[in-house]
């Protein structure tokens, strides 16, 4: 009875044992292996090769499988370089505000200068009713203004010195102003600068080329570097200066 009690047993034991080693194998952890153990490997191609190390996948069980979901890296971004204190161009000048010749009556003598403030434009008068026209920014609503002067000095590269009442008015919007700015790519007044009559009003360039055609200035008029060293060079101190 003993004895067939065991044979009855051993056979049971043989009949669960492969469930159980298949329960055991199926059941078992995904191997991974680390990315370092590569290294050796790669470090014998000499050069400038270096191991690769790739994150674990995330893994979803499925009953005994398993499914895996690689992570796709993000693209990198190219950022463009900004060059510090050089102004974004936010668009191109318009064509009618470039320097042209054009038709042009008055009863101005040749070499006067007449501004055109409602329409953005700067005449200097030529002979045979012709002009030649700049593109010009203007004062802002509330500066304004309207006369006839002269010339009276030029200056290449000019300095910047703020008057006293600017400094103020800025520092009210929380803009502080320096004292004085020394002449320079980076200066408001720009390239060239003529100033007029006793005024602390000018003709000069602009770091600022969007802004021509607008009305944006403190009363000044400013035309872009390249077109304010045009007409530089055409005029001369005692010119006679029309704004309107």
């Known amino acids: ?22 329960d ?12 370092d153990l590569t290294a050796p490997w790669l ?5 400038a090769v270096r191991p690769v190390v790739y ?28 060059r510090p204190g050089v102004p974004v161009i936010r668009h191109q000048i318009e064509p009618q505000y ?9 009863k101005e003598r040749p070499g006067t200068i007449v501004i055109d403030t409602n329409n953005r434009f700067l005449y200097l008068v030529m002979a045979n009713g012709k ?44 803009h502080y102003l320096p004292a004085r700015m020394d002449g320079g790519p980076e200066n ?15 003709i000069h360039g602009t770091n600022a080329p969007w802004t021509i055609g607008s009305a944006v200035s403190s009363g000044c008029i400013r035309l872009r570097n390249e077109d304010v060293v045009d007409l530089y060079e055409r005029v001369n101190v005692g010119t006679r200066v029309i704004v309107m």
């Open 43 to 47: 470090n014998q191609l000499g050069g």
């Open 131 to 174: 002009a030649r026209r700049y593109g010009v920014g203007v004062g802002k609503p509330g500066f304004e203004w309207a006369g006839a002067h002269k010339i009276t000095r030029k200056s290449e590269w000019p300095a910047w010195t703020p008057p006293s009442d600017m400094i103020s008015r800025e520092a009210a919007k929380g």
């Open 55 to 82: 994150q674990r996948p995330a893994v979803q069980q499925r009953g005994f499988f398993q499914r895996r979901f690689f992570r796709r890296a993000p693209a990198v971004q190219q950022v463009a370089a900004v």
């Open 1 to 22: 009875m003993m004895k067939s009690v065991l044979i009855a047993a051993g056979l049971i034991g043989l009949l669960v044992s492969p469930a159980l080693g298949d």
């Open 188 to 202: 408001p007044l720009g390239a060239r600068a003529m100033y007029l009559g006793s005024t602390l009003y000018r």
């Open 98 to 106: 470039l320097p042209q010749m054009v038709d042009y009556e008055t």
């Open 24 to 35: 055991r194998y199926a059941s078992r952890p995904p191997v991974v292996l680390s990315p």
